[in-house]
């Protein structure tokens, strides 16, 4: 591949990037000066104070984003795929006992869980403190606001069964207009006052810190709102790549929100009475309307970039058996990971509109963001030093300095939302533990069903020597779908009991899926020959992999077992859960919330796409 058609990739990809991974953390000059200045612990408006935080906005981006998340964190893919979920997969590899691996397994669930915290407040903060500069235009549009707001979020989500990929071509130059926008606002009043620029130096910081200890450590809660949107960088990183995105990092976004921050620090200096709105107040007057139009579509992208995370993390929460099975419709013949889930999109449109009636306005909504991103960002930081330590053979002494440093930024920034906790910042965590309690209930109740039907199972091998000799036969194929394949399907011995018979070929089939990414189509399936015409075929995908069975049954004729589909029948065990008293295995609330979710959940046939007209589903009744 030639060096100009290389670059070019990049650039295309570097573009795609701006346009789906920056739309969070590029939103925020929205609402971080003001937060800071004029939030729920309010920094007072004086020259120091404000070089000070302009230098811990700067040098916040600097350790955080440049540093942790595109120069270290970046580099914790599995098998190329970012995001907390595959980070976690990851690090079970690498978990010294079975003790050692759940502890690590349930923190990187309630990072997970946390995420979908963030996928509900960022749309409704963003949207909301971009829709509310109509009331720096004129306040008789205040009224307006909420309406508005509401709105455009209806609309963001209905469009969502269409795709991202129609519009998807304009986010990638919408944002360069953004970020372009912003750094022409800062220059233009840092032009005014250049001595705004003295902030570069971290010792602002350190004096501010130093004159008012308490109120600095406060005040992170309102400068971890430029952080917002770091962990998307991650999150997205198997969609684009590393290099593109630290292109677009380290090429646009990062000097272009530097010089808005730096640009609004500079208004204040010259003006403190533009604490009401200093993002808005930095355009023109004649601007002030389209600056409104381009940050709302700006937010619009933003919001875009996190309800498709939620999309993909459930997908994976599914493959990797934490969830239960949903509708998930593909939305581009393309692209694999442009889905839309429609449970998923209709439950966070509910919850982002009562948000945005409930709490009225991004100045409120902004206590409650920070806990969501600290929290996110502690675990992460935690589960990449299992990584650094056992795969990057890290020393205990480089790990303790940057990673031990990085966990003491981020427990400080999540030491300060903490005081927000009333303020709004109690959402994020009752959402997350909410999750966080229906993923591990599910896989706890799923392991009881597993264990029930193999403790009342016959072993496989067992039926195939002494019953399977004995039977009529019957001409075609039955492929019985199962979660243990050394046990004997319940599905099997039910149509046996009903049909007398078996088929002249019987396969037994298990899927599984793997805690990586992707697997080869020529490597996810194993055909074992049992004797008696009984196939034990398994099936695995990885977590970011579509799991279509049909197509991948289609490579056991390399292996000796050649299927028609059309005279092959799927049969498929439906069992009906009965609580049963003082079975104490788990307690009657979360055992009421799994059979509900176990009622509820996804058809198999549907979410592994058989053919409808060959599916055959027995039911049975199981004591739990």
């Not at 500079?266 to 007057?285: C, E, K, M, S």
């Not at 490579?555 to 049963?580: H, N, Y």
Request: hydrophobic share 55%; aromatic share 8%; with cysteine.
């Amino acid at each position: 591949m030639s060096s100009t058609h290389q670059s070019g990739r990049l650039a295309t990809l570097s573009l795609a990037a701006l346009g789906v991974v920056y739309g969070d953390i590029g939103t925020s000059p929205l609402y971080t000066m003001k937060e800071i200045f004029a939030g729920t612990h309010p920094v007072p408006l004086n020259h120091g104070n404000i070089l000070g935080i302009l230098s811990l906005v700067l040098w916040s981006l600097l350790v955080v984003v440049a540093c942790k998340y595109v120069s270290i964190i970046m580099r914790a893919d599995n098998k190329g795929e970012g995001g907390i979920m595959a980070l976690m997969a990851l690090v079970l590899h690498h978990a010294m006992s079975r003790r050692q691996g759940a502890l690590l397994m349930l923190l990187g669930l309630f990072g997970a869980a946390l995420f979908y915290g963030d996928s509900i407040i960022t749309p409704a903060i963003s949207v909301l403190s971009a829709v509310e500069g109509l009331g720096i235009v004129t306040p008789t549009l205040n009224r307006y606001i909420l309406p508005l707001s509401l709105l455009v979020l209806v609309l963001l989500f209905l469009m969502q069964k269409h795709g991202t990929g129609k519009v998807g071509a304009l986010f990638g130059p919408v944002m360069v207009l953004w970020f372009a926008v912003l750094a022409m606002l800062g220059v233009s009043e840092i032009m005014h006052n250049p001595a705004v620029l003295a902030a570069i130096n971290p010792l602002y910081a350190v004096a501010f810190f130093a004159a008012n200890p308490v109120l600095g450590f406060l005040s992170l809660g309102g400068a971890v709102l430029a952080l917002t949107g770091g962990e998307a960088l991650y999150a997205d990183m198997g969609h684009f790549g590393r290099r593109p995105i630290q292109l677009a990092w380290f090429g646009l976004v990062l000097p272009a929100l530097v010089l808005n921050y730096f640009g609004q620090g500079a208004l204040l200096l010259r003006d403190p009475q533009a604490i009401a709105n200093p993002f808005y107040l930095l355009a023109p007057g004649w601007a002030l309307l389209p600056m409104v139009a381009l940050a709302t579509l700006a937010t619009v992208i933003a919001s875009q970039a996190v309800i498709s995370g939620a999309y993909s993390i459930t997908r994976q929460a599914v493959q990797l058996g934490y969830v239960p099975r949903m509708e998930v419709l593909h939305t581009s013949s393309k692209e694999i990971g442009q889905i839309y889930l429609p449970a998923v999109n209709w439950a966070l449109l509910v919850a982002v509109a009562a948000l945005v009636v409930g709490f009225g306005s991004s100045g409120k909504l902004a206590a409650a963001y920070g806990i969501a991103v600290t929290g996110t960002m502690v675990i992460t930081t935690t589960l990449t030093f299992i990584v650094a330590r056992r795969q990057w053979q890290w020393s205990p002494l480089k790990c303790a300095l940057i990673l031990g440093g990085l966990l003491l930024v981020d427990i400080a920034y999540f030491g300060a939302n903490a005081f927000k906790l009333l303020d709004g910042g109690w959402f994020p965590l009752a959402m997350g533990l909410l999750i966080f309690t229906v993923m591990t209930t599910w896989k706890r109740g799923r392991q009881l069903v597993h264990d029930k039907l193999a403790a009342e199972g016959m072993p496989l091998q067992q039926f195939v020597e002494l019953m399977a000799p004995a039977v009529p036969r019957v001409q075609g194929t039955a492929i019985f779908m199962t979660s243990d394949a050394n046990s004997t399907p319940h599905a099997l011995l039910h149509s046996m009991k009903h049909y007398k018979s078996l088929h002249e070929r019987v396969v037994i089939l298990t899927v599984d899926s793997a805690d990586i990414p992707h697997i080869a189509p020529d490597a996810r399936v194993k055909v074992a020959d049992l004797g008696e015409a009984f196939y034990r075929v398994e099936v695995v995908f990885g977590f970011m992999d579509e799991p279509d069975v049909p197509a991948a049954l289609q490579a056991c004729a390399v292996q000796g077992l050649e299927l028609e589909m059309m005279d092959t029948s799927f049969f498929l065990g439906r069992e009906t859960l009965i609580p049963k008293v003082g079975a104490g295995v788990m307690s009657t609330w979360r055992e009421k919330l799994f059979l509900a979710m176990f009622r509820n959940a996804g058809s198999a046939s549907s979410y592994f796409k058989l053919p409808p007209n060959r599916v055959v589903e027995l039911g049975s009744q199981l004591a739990l």
